[in-house]
């Protein structure tokens, strides 16, 4: 009997330890290992996620100094879903529908109602934000537009500019104001103002539109990312962009804020190395401010890497961020000038510039070992095609690139032929985008009889003669031209434009290295060194002999070498355009160099004493002359002409007589059908890279002036009491 009541008693023992056990873990499991899951289940109690973005990559220089970064920055949202709901807990039903019209499709005129939303923000938000000071004025239209749009899901930014005294009297005054936040997010930061602007670009602000459905549903709320829309900003987008964190939010059976469950902090994107140098930039930059109009590129011609890439007009990427004023926008994009418009990716006439290319491809024949009369011109049909002076006579290569002769080139690019010109055109890569990293580049052209004929003409010698004195629809790019130099300096080597030079995380890690890309060498397609050789020695006679067109290029510093060009327009008001290109040392190049001056009188008088001054300026650099980069205003735009630049502490000489040696412009006019004049790149306003623009507040959203005291002492939910 005693030992069968025992047995029951283990039993129960057991029964009551394996319930308590079972009970125990139950508990655990509900209250540790799946709190959330029925935390949120609790009456009243909700959880919400909130996509914090990642924080930016900066964009630095070649050396690492910073020329983009993000600074943090506070902004005001409102959830107008919050905000509907407090409204209807304090108010028996809605305000008055708000009516508005808009036309169908068929240009039928509708009338639409809907929700008051700045109504109930008015009546629900503004009293709070009032007593703490932080109304003001803003764009009422956009609050409607958004909240139809969006329904209330996605948060409305109430102000993107509070300071950090503003933000922190919210947080410490902040009790029960439905449905505001205030969220530390990143600001773009141009340090050096228009310094680069057009390899920099600019932001837009986060478009919710753009992000995939799949994406916002792992998100109640999801705040999105600013993008690039232009320049490096757009495309290395993908490496800056940071990864985003996560905000876990709990509010009570009120719909008020209780505090943060858990957050994921966001992480930063990479930075990305330039290939330019601050110094360098900031050298080519101020010495471009002699022209109203204008490009400057600097590559190093022992890789390709670009060194500078400047245009002027210029414009100030900060003016962008976060958002562009509608008279910002409109003052850039009408000015005649357009300085959101890069000279320095597009095509021109290259004018005589584009006689080294011809150059190089008389070496692909035998005809770089001729000589050729100048003969004054030369002529074709019924029309004689004039050069610029009748008294070079018979010139060699070498020679009649240092006279700049017209008369020699028609004749020797017609002994090469357009399809020798065509296979060197195509390896120093003309008529096509080098494939450098920012927005906006255009390929030019380089006529030949396919493309002619497409235009509805046949080629002729004539056609090959514009080719060669870079004139008629001859198109190349100051940045090509820059490489079309640095093959030359190098002897024969043409690499691609590189202006990435590395991508590297926070911590030093490289993501991606661009080394240098050799996409031909001259000597391998049947050229040889001593060829080469030919060509650039001309460009030193260029220079540094007498007779040249450019003796006002002629360095004390160093040995500079280069080419004249003057390019007859299509524009009466702006004749010709002139260029120079350059470089320097002679026997070892560490830089080639392209100007292109707009409106410009001569190569040898408006563009060759720029490039000289870059380029001593960058060799007394490089001998330990100590450069600051500073901040740089807009560079502003003016049309006069421009017929001499002086560096001698005296301005531009716009009036000043040209040089006696330095060549003209021919008038090529009747040998160039009326379709194929100089085509215009500039793009309209409607197809630059939209920023975001501002909206400007409306009569009903000038609020500002109703602010309290700038330090109240907040009572938190008094004025919602009184509308009980």
Not at 139 to 164: A, E, K, N, Q, W
Not at 235 to 255: A, F, N, S, V
Not at 525 to 540: D, F, L, P
Request: proline share 6%; net charge neutral.
């Amino acid at each position: 009997m005693v030992t069968h009541f025992r047995v029951r008693l283990y039993l129960l023992a057991v029964l009551v330890m394996a319930g308590f056990s079972l009970l125990i873990y139950r508990l655990y499991v509900i209250q540790v290992t799946d709190h959330q899951y029925w935390a949120a289940r609790v009456p009243g109690s909700k959880f919400e996620s909130v996509r914090i973005p990642g924080i930016r990559g900066e964009i630095k220089d070649r050396n690492g100094i910073t020329l983009v970064d993000s600074t943090p920055n506070y902004e005001l949202r409102l959830d107008l879903q919050e905000i509907v709901a407090a409204y209807l807990k304090t108010h028996s039903k809605l305000p008055e529908p708000y009516t508005w019209e808009r036309f169908d499709s068929y240009g039928q005129r509708e009338i639409k109602t809907e929700t008051d939303i700045v109504a109930i923000v008015e009546a629900t938000v503004f009293p709070g934000l009032q007593d703490l000071g932080l109304l003001a004025d803003y764009s009422s239209s956009s609050m409607r537009v958004h909240y139809r749009s969006t329904r209330g899901i996605v948060p409305f930014t109430y102000r993107r500019d509070l300071s950090f005294k503003e933000f922190a009297r919210f947080a410490e005054n902040n009790v029960g104001i439905p449905g505001v936040t205030v969220t530390r997010t990143g600001r773009r930061r141009y340090l050096y103002d228009s310094l680069a602007c057009h390899v920099l670009g600019y932001l837009n602000l986060a478009d919710i539109d753009q992000v995939p459905e799949e994406k916002k549903r792992d998100f109640n709320y999801y705040v999105g990312d600013d993008y690039g829309v232009m320049g490096i900003e757009k495309t290395m987008d993908h490496y800056l962009q940071g990864k985003p964190g996560k905000l876990i939010i709990e509010k009570d059976e009120k719909r008020k804020f209780v505090g943060e469950v858990s957050r994921t902090e966001p992480e930063p994107g990479s930075d990305v190395y330039l290939t330019i140098d601050a110094r360098i930039q900031l050298i080519t930059e101020e010495s471009l401010r002699k022209i109203g109009r204008g490009a400057a590129v600097v590559i190093d011609p022992r890789n390709g890497e670009v060194l500078a890439i400047a245009s002027v007009p210029s414009f100030n990427p900060n003016v962008f961020i976060p958002e562009v004023r509608i008279d910002d926008w409109k003052r850039y994009t009408e000015d005649p000038t357009s300085p959101m418009f890069s000279r320095a990716i597009n095509p021109y006439s290259p004018g005589s510039t584009g006689k080294i290319p011809v150059a190089l491809a008389g070496c692909l024949s035998d005809t770089c070992n001729r000589s050729f009369p100048c003969g004054g011109g030369a002529q074709y049909g019924n029309k004689f095609m004039k050069c610029w002076s009748s008294e070079h006579g018979t010139l060699d290569l070498s020679n009649a690139i240092k006279v700049s002769c017209n008369g020699y080139f028609y004749r020797f690019a017609n002994h090469t032929g357009i399809r020798n010109i065509q296979t060197m055109t195509n390896l120093l890569g003309l008529g096509r985008t080098t494939g450098i990293e920012v927005t906006g580049e255009n390929p030019g052209n380089i006529p030949n009889p396919e493309w002619l004929r497409m235009q509805g003409l046949l080629w002729s010698d004539a056609f090959t003669a514009l080719v060669s004195i870079g004139q008629g629809a001859t198109e190349t790019s100051p940045l090509q031209m820059a490489s079309v130099t640095a093959t030359v300096a190098n002897g024969g080597k043409v690499y691609q434009p590189r202006l990435i030079r590395k991508i590297a995380e926070k911590d030093g890690e490289v993501v991606k290295a661009d080394d240098p890309i050799l996409k031909h060498d001259l000597t391998r397609e049947g050229i040889t060194a001593e060829q080469i050789e030919v060509v650039k020695r001309g460009m030193w006679r260029v220079v540094n002999e007498p007779g040249g067109t450019a003796g006002r290029a002629k360095s004390d510093l160093t040995v500079l070498s280069g080419k004249t060009g003057t390019a007859q327009t299509a524009n009466p008001n702006q004749p010709t355009n002139a260029w120079f290109i350059a470089f320097a040392p002679y026997d070892d190049p560490e830089m080639a160099v392209c100007i292109f001056v707009e409106n410009g009188n001569s190569g040898g008088g408006a563009a060759s004493p720029i490039a000289k001054n870059i380029i001593d300026n960058i060799a007394t650099m490089n001998q330990g002359r100590e450069i600051k980069v500073t901040a740089l205003p807009e560079a502003i735009g003016q049309t006069d002409r421009v017929m001499s630049v002086a560096f001698d502490d005296t301005d531009l000489a716009a009036f000043a007589q040209a040089d006696e040696a330095s060549e003209s412009a021919v008038d090529v006019a009747a040998f160039v059908p009326d379709s194929l004049q100089e085509r215009n790149f500039r793009p309209l306003s409607g197809n630059l890279a939209q920023p975001t623009i501002k909206q400007t507040s409306d009569s009903r959203g000038r609020v500002g002036n109703l602010n309290a005291k700038p330090y109240p002492k907040f009572r938190p939910l008094q004025w919602l009491k009184k509308k009980r």
